[in-house]
């Protein structure tokens, strides 16, 4: 059955170490005045830790949990060690996390990121992080406006916001896509070289019409110097359709005498103002 420990005192060491919770762990608002290990203990269910207070080492080292855990407003004199803590619905399809219904859950990872920070761990509070904004997606954060809201008013008697947390939605999701919440390396540079390799057969299409012109080798480099120097943020006017030179004599009816050269005139230019020329 349920495991209730809540607003329990424990005055003594609280070894729970390798233990199995089969059903739902409730220690709200319990104190734990000796160290507290919770080492390679599993929670099938939901479990509890609200408003904790432990006055000294509290460890969660390879604690695995079913569900997410809540550790909102949880007090600890020490930082509580995360080493290899595992959350089972972190390791969920993407799919599944797109949208979250559970309001509470942006609050339980934001606490569990501060107890990251508390402990130095960087790396799980850029996971928790990363989390929080997924889980604000659906949940706080709507996909698409919603114009009804301009006729509805909330229980305090104000109006509704037509888009609530739109604009984080799409940035956080465009975010993830880019750097994967600024967790990896590979997007950026796979985004930026996928970037100049277009801008560059941008370049090459429309500025270098001639394919012959030229050795293809330095067309092909000046196109990637090109996307790479203006950063792909630029693109070329398409080129124009060619025509007969306009400088060139033409031919009576109208065609273009291209073997022709224009006459340079010599001397003076020749004015006509109303009477014989004058020089």
């Not at 609200?50 to 604690?63: D, P, Q, V, Y």
């Not at 950026?188 to 012109?213: K, M």
């Not at 030229?214 to 070329?236: E, Q």
Request: contains cysteine.
């Amino acid at each position: 059955g349920e495991a209730s420990f809540n607003v329990v005192q424990f005055s003594d060491d609280a070894w729970f170490t390798k233990a199995q919770f089969l059903d739902v762990a409730g220690f709200q608002q319990a104190i734990f005045d000796g160290p507290a290990s919770f080492a390679k203990t599993r929670f099938i269910k939901a479990a509890a830790f609200t408003a904790i207070r432990s006055e000294r080492g509290f460890t969660l080292e390879g604690a695995r949990f079913a569900e997410l855990p809540d550790f909102i407003q949880a007090h600890f004199a020490e930082a509580p060690r995360l080493d290899d803590m595992s959350i089972v619905a972190l390791a969920g399809p993407w799919y599944r996390r797109l949208f979250h219904r559970d309001l509470d859950a942006a609050a339980r990872y934001r606490a569990l990121k501060r107890l990251a920070v508390q402990g130095h761990d960087h790396e799980r509070e850029l996971s928790f992080f990363a989390e929080e904004l997924r889980s604000l997606r659906g949940a706080h954060d709507k996909l698409l406006p919603r114009p009804w809201n301009l006729f509805r008013k909330n229980k305090d008697g104000e109006r509704s916001r037509v888009w609530p947390g739109g604009a984080r939605y799409w940035f956080g999701l465009l975010y993830e896509i880019l750097s994967d919440f600024g967790r990896s390396l590979f997007r950026p540079f796979a985004w930026w070289a996928v970037s100049v390799a277009g801008f560059a057969w941008a370049y090459l299409d429309r500025h270098f019409a001639n394919p012959q012109a030229g050795l293809p080798v330095r067309r092909h480099g000046l196109a990637l110097v090109l996307a790479h120097g203006l950063g792909g943020c630029v693109i070329p006017q398409p080129r124009r359709a060619r025509g007969p030179t306009p400088h060139l004599p033409r031919r009576p009816g109208g065609a273009v005498n291209r073997g022709a050269v224009p006459r340079r005139q010599e001397g003076p230019a020749r004015v006509r103002l109303g009477g014989p020329e004058q020089d």
